[in-house]
């Protein structure tokens, strides 16, 4: 079964490099694609994105920076497609393979009641289609400022592990409502792009875990199919913080069998803030984009020591 | 076998207090940069571009209508007259010896154009009689910031 998704995976990838090596030599500015809202319709951009993310221990945990590391390689695929004017439909999904190395490994819990998978904290790396993102977003121009209203839901897309310092997501349903929202400055190659999503998440146990997610870039060109950008991401939302879990983790009474601990990385508070830096290179309807980031605070959360990452997006 | 292990796994449990809370973000909101634009003007403007150097005039008139206004070039008198009296400009840019020879022509015209003066930069006069004007040496952005604000204020 694995091997055939990766199978999947890699032909999905061979098929989108093939085609951006196929691409345009010369500059296309009004090529649809993510940025940019002049978009006819039956056009749209398809995207491949890989990752390498690395964090080095806890804000908040009881172990703080001793709690671990975890690596996390992805590879996100994402296509839009102009159904009409101004009305993009949108739809991605990453595969992420994650390892958790260190001394204290969320623990197996007796099977049952829940049968919480804990392998992927043995050490080894263990790969998983995480969840679909399916969206629609309008795209307008309002007096040269591009702003983009969107609904996208994210549903798993099969029932990978959630338990686990390694675990790759939540494996919640999802609902985000947010806006982009891009300007270039007139007579300037000083651009900005700012974006905003509150996410409704399934709640489990009845617990609220809700969050904003939203961040700024300040780009310049440095030529015109070459930018630079500051880029920054915040979350911040509703969950239980680690001083509301730990009450009920292996090191208590109950031995961490509990629902609380059982489902605390669906509910986990996880608030971050991530800085970086970005450059985008424009080659006919290609946009090669390589990222780096790194987290600067954050509260129930891990610590993000680093994060790279590099995508292509090719318009059509 | 299976009790053994439970009681293991027991221990193990009560002795892994400082558990990790690692769980955190698994991929970065990365997201694609923008590309760039050319600037494109939001209030389009019917210009009569008024010169007889033709190198200079082709090149910004090239400029001013890829960023959206409208233009009319003429390179002489006459042919200035006939296209003011055939239509309404917004604007008009000339240097200031050619919007002299027009001067009679605008008194009688009832919706006068706004001038955008083409000066010499070492002549202060000029800057001076011209509200709005732009230097002979100026590239295609001056004037087009020129003609932004002039159309800003024409709309106020």
């Given at each position: 079964m694995t091997v055939r998704r990766v199978t999947l995976a890699l032909l999905l990838v061979c098929a989108m490099i093939s085609g951006a090596i196929a691409a345009d030599s010369e500059y296309e500015a009004q090529t649809p694609s993510p940025s940019n809202l002049d978009a006819p319709q039956g056009h749209g951009w398809v995207s491949i994105q890989g990752q390498d993310l690395y964090s080095h221990g806890d804000y908040d945990g009881p172990a703080g920076s001793n709690s671990g590391n975890v690596r996390f390689y992805s590879l996100q695929l994402n296509a839009a497609y102009f159904v009409a004017s101004q009305w993009d439909i949108h739809l991605g999904i990453p595969y992420i393979s994650s390892q958790y190395t260190g001394q204290f490994a969320h623990p197996q819990l007796p099977c049952p009641p829940n049968c919480a998978p804990t392998e992927v904290d043995n050490g080894h790396y263990h790969g998983y289609w995480q969840d679909w993102d399916a969206g629609v977003r309008y795209h307008a121009d309002l007096d040269g400022y591009e702003v983009a209203p969107s609904v996208d839901v994210y549903v798993p897309s099969n029932n990978y592990p959630f338990y686990g310092s390694a675990g790759i997501g939540q494996r919640t349903r999802r609902i985000g409502v947010g806006v982009d929202v891009s300007h270039q400055f007139d007579f300037s190659n000083i651009f900005y792009l700012g974006h905003y999503q509150y996410v409704f998440n399934q709640h489990v146990l009845g617990i609220n875990n809700n969050y904003n997610s939203f961040g700024a870039d300040l780009g310049y060109f440095l030529k015109q199919n070459l930018s630079v950008r500051a880029i920054s991401d915040i979350k911040l939302g509703n969950g239980y913080a680690d001083s509301q879990i730990i009450p009920y983790g292996p090191g208590t009474p109950t031995g961490g069998i509990n629902p609380i601990w059982e489902l605390h990385d669906k509910f986990r508070l996880e608030e971050h803030a991530d800085i970086g830096a970005a450059c985008d290179y424009v080659f006919g309807r290609n946009m090669l984009s390589f990222t780096a980031a790194r987290s600067v605070w954050g509260r129930s959360d891990s610590r993000l020591t680093y994060a790279l990452a590099v995508m292509l997006t090719r318009s059509f | 076998m299976y009790k053994t292990r439970k009681i293991f796994l027991t221990i193990a449990l009560i002795s892994?207090?400082?558990?990790?809370?690692?769980?955190?973000?698994?991929?970065?909101q990365s997201k694609t940069g923008m590309r760039y634009h050319d600037f494109s003007t939001r209030r389009p403007a019917d210009i009569l571009l008024f010169s007889s150097e033709a190198d200079s005039s082709k090149q910004i008139s090239a400029g001013l209508e890829h960023a959206g206004h409208h233009l009319t070039v003429v390179a002489e008198e006459p042919a200035a007259v006939d296209a003011l009296t055939s239509r309404h400009f917004d604007l008009i840019i000339a240097s200031p010896k050619e919007m002299e020879s027009l001067t009679a022509h605008l008194a009688a015209s009832t919706q006068v154009p706004t001038l955008i003066a083409v000066i010499d930069g070492g002549d202060k006069s000029d800057a001076a009689r011209f509200p709005q004007y732009v230097y002979q040496s100026d590239g295609v952005d001056k004037y087009l910031k020129s003609i932004e604000r002039t159309m800003r204020e024409r709309k106020s």
């Amino acid at each position: 079964m694995t091997v055939r998704r990766v199978t999947l995976a890699l032909l999905l990838v061979c098929a989108m490099i093939s085609g951006a090596i196929a691409a345009d030599s010369e500059y296309e500015a009004q090529t649809p694609s993510p940025s940019n809202l002049d978009a006819p319709q039956g056009h749209g951009w398809v995207s491949i994105q890989g990752q390498d993310l690395y964090s080095h221990g806890d804000y908040d945990g009881p172990a703080g920076s001793n709690s671990g590391n975890v690596r996390f390689y992805s590879l996100q695929l994402n296509a839009a497609y102009f159904v009409a004017s101004q009305w993009d439909i949108h739809l991605g999904i990453p595969y992420i393979s994650s390892q958790y190395t260190g001394q204290f490994a969320h623990p197996q819990l007796p099977c049952p009641p829940n049968c919480a998978p804990t392998e992927v904290d043995n050490g080894h790396y263990h790969g998983y289609w995480q969840d679909w993102d399916a969206g629609v977003r309008y795209h307008a121009d309002l007096d040269g400022y591009e702003v983009a209203p969107s609904v996208d839901v994210y549903v798993p897309s099969n029932n990978y592990p959630f338990y686990g310092s390694a675990g790759i997501g939540q494996r919640t349903r999802r609902i985000g409502v947010g806006v982009d929202v891009s300007h270039q400055f007139d007579f300037s190659n000083i651009f900005y792009l700012g974006h905003y999503q509150y996410v409704f998440n399934q709640h489990v146990l009845g617990i609220n875990n809700n969050y904003n997610s939203f961040g700024a870039d300040l780009g310049y060109f440095l030529k015109q199919n070459l930018s630079v950008r500051a880029i920054s991401d915040i979350k911040l939302g509703n969950g239980y913080a680690d001083s509301q879990i730990i009450p009920y983790g292996p090191g208590t009474p109950t031995g961490g069998i509990n629902p609380i601990w059982e489902l605390h990385d669906k509910f986990r508070l996880e608030e971050h803030a991530d800085i970086g830096a970005a450059c985008d290179y424009v080659f006919g309807r290609n946009m090669l984009s390589f990222t780096a980031a790194r987290s600067v605070w954050g509260r129930s959360d891990s610590r993000l020591t680093y994060a790279l990452a590099v995508m292509l997006t090719r318009s059509f | 076998m299976y009790k053994t292990r439970k009681i293991f796994l027991t221990i193990a449990l009560i002795s892994s207090a400082s558990v990790t809370f690692a769980c955190g973000e698994s991929m970065i909101q990365s997201k694609t940069g923008m590309r760039y634009h050319d600037f494109s003007t939001r209030r389009p403007a019917d210009i009569l571009l008024f010169s007889s150097e033709a190198d200079s005039s082709k090149q910004i008139s090239a400029g001013l209508e890829h960023a959206g206004h409208h233009l009319t070039v003429v390179a002489e008198e006459p042919a200035a007259v006939d296209a003011l009296t055939s239509r309404h400009f917004d604007l008009i840019i000339a240097s200031p010896k050619e919007m002299e020879s027009l001067t009679a022509h605008l008194a009688a015209s009832t919706q006068v154009p706004t001038l955008i003066a083409v000066i010499d930069g070492g002549d202060k006069s000029d800057a001076a009689r011209f509200p709005q004007y732009v230097y002979q040496s100026d590239g295609v952005d001056k004037y087009l910031k020129s003609i932004e604000r002039t159309m800003r204020e024409r709309k106020s």
